[in-house]
């Protein structure tokens, strides 16, 4: 088991960044593939980044390509979410998730086996 426990959340104006954090423990998450999903009021959760288990991959939204930046400590056993240049489209609750392994289904919500319980972001106009 791996327990997922995400932090970092806020309120930020808009043009303003924030940097999430997941704290993993339980297992070493070195193993893992990692990704961070968002949920806004009455939307599905969608798919914001993945990160492959030594980091040396990375795939983003569109959305946030060129804004946001995954990456992983995983001596600290922890992921990150660098938020920069934020919009108020990006207010929502922010999931990270962690997969026992690869598969190109990594946008989709089904392919992770542990999730956190979500930090909310606010990005006031």
């Known amino acids: 088991q791996v327990q997922l426990v995400e932090s970092g959340g806020g309120l930020v104006q808009a043009g303003g960044s924030l940097r999430l954090s997941c704290a993993a423990s339980?297992?070493?998450?070195?193993?893992?593939?990692m990704g961070w999903f968002r949920q806004a009021p009455g939307k599905e959760r969608e798919f914001v980044a993945h990160i492959s288990d030594i980091g040396g991959t990375v795939y983003y939204t569109p959305s946030v390509k060129g804004r946001f930046t995954i990456s992983r400590d995983n001596p600290k056993n922890t992921l990150y979410l660098q938020m920069n240049s934020l919009k108020p489209e990006d207010t929502a609750k922010y999931y990270c998730?962690?997969?026992?392994?690869?598969?190109?289904?990594?946008?989709?919500?089904?392919?992770?086996?542990?999730w956190g319980q979500g930090t909310q972001v606010t990005v006031s106009s």
């Open positions: 339980g297992r070493t998450i070195s193993s893992y593939y």
């Open positions: 998730a962690a997969a026992r392994g690869y598969s190109t289904y990594y946008v989709d919500s089904g392919y992770y086996d542990y």
